[in-house]
C-alpha cells in the first residue's frame, strides 16, 4: 500500500522541491509555489534609490540599480545560489534570470541594448563548465528579449577573499576584468548583471572598464547580502 501511495504520488509530483523538498508539480521549476512566493524579495528596486544603489553609490556612475532577493546566511536564497554554483545546476541559473525578469524588469529602462554578464575567470569557468551570470543573463534575455554580451574578460583568478578587508577585497578586484571589444558597448546602455552583491567590489571592478569604454550603465543582480 505504502508503495503505491508513493507511485501515486510520484505520478503527480514526480520531483521534489530544492528547498523544502516536498513534492512540486511539473509546471513548478526546481522549487514549489510555496517557496517561490516565500523568497525574500528586495522591494523596493522601482525608485532610484534603494539598498542595492545604496550599497554602490560613489563607486562608478550608474543609472539605476537593483537586486531580485535578500541573501541571508543560511537562507534559501543562499541555498538557492549554492546549488546554481556548485551543484551543477546552470539551469536553476537560468529559471532565476526568468524570475527575476517577469518581477521586476518591467521597471527597467525598455531601450537597454545589452545585458553584460560579469565574467569568471578561464579557470574558474573550467572548474564548473558554465558561468552562473550568462546563464542568469540568459533567462532575462528569454523574458526581455535584450540581447546578451560577453564583452568582458576575467584576466585573473580571485582567491576566496572571505578573509579579506574590505578594502582588500577592492585591491584585488580593481585590475580583473577587461573590455574585449571596446568599440560595440559605446553609447551603450548597458545592465550589467552579477548574481550577488556583498561589498559592491567585483561589480566595481567589472563597471569600471565598461564606464572608462562610453557605456551607460544599469546594475543588477538576483541576491544582495543583508550584512557585509
Ligand atoms: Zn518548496
Known amino acids: 500500500m505504502k508503495r503505491f501511495l508513493s507511485d501515486f504520488q510520484t505520478l503527480f509530483f514526480p520531483n521534489t522541491c530544492c528547498l523544502c523538498t516536498k513534492g512540486r508539480l511539473r509546471q513548478e521549476p526546481f522549487i514549489c509555489s510555496a517557496c517561490l512566493l516565500e523568497l525574500p524579495r528586495e ?4 525608485g532610484k ?14 543609472e539605476r540599480g537593483f537586486s531580485f532577493l ?11 545560489l549554492h546549488l546554481v554554483k556548485y551543484q551543477r545546476k546552470p539551469d536553476l541559473g537560468l529559471q532565476l534570470g526568468r524570475w527575476f525578469a517577469s518581477e521586476t524588469l518591467c521597471w527597467l ?13 578561464r579557470e574558474r569557468f573550467k572548474e564548473r563548465g558554465y558561468n552562473q551570470c550568462l546563464e542568469i543573463a540568459r533567462g532575462i534575455s528569454q523574458i526581455t528579449g535584450h540581447d546578451v554580451l560577453e564583452v568582458l574578460k576575467r584576466e585573473r583568478a580571485t582567491e576566496t577573499q572571505t578573509h579579506l578587508s574590505r578594502w582588500d577585497r577592492f585591491e584585488n578586484t580593481l585590475n580583473e576584468f577587461v573590455l574585449t571589444n571596446p568599440r560595440i558597448i559605446s553609447n551603450k546602455k548597458i545592465l550589467l548583471l552579477d548574481d550577488i552583491i556583498t561589498t559592491g567590489a567585483t ?10 569604454g562610453g557605456a551607460v550603465l544599469y546594475i ?3 541576491a544582495l547580502t543583508q550584512d557585509t
Open 49 to 62: 534609490s534603494n539598498n542595492t544603489t545604496n550599497r554602490i553609490r560613489g563607486m562608478f556612475p550608474f
Open 43 to 46: 522591494l523596493n528596486y522601482r
Open 203 to 212: 561589480m566595481t571592478g567589472s563597471a569600471v572598464p565598461l564606464v572608462n
Open 220 to 222: 543588477a543582480a538576483i
Open 109 to 121: 529602462d525598455s531601450t537597454i541594448d545589452f545585458i553584460v554578464p560579469v565574467p569568471l575567470h
Open 70 to 80: 535578500r541573501f541571508n546566511k543560511g537562507g534559501s536564497v543562499q541555498k538557492l
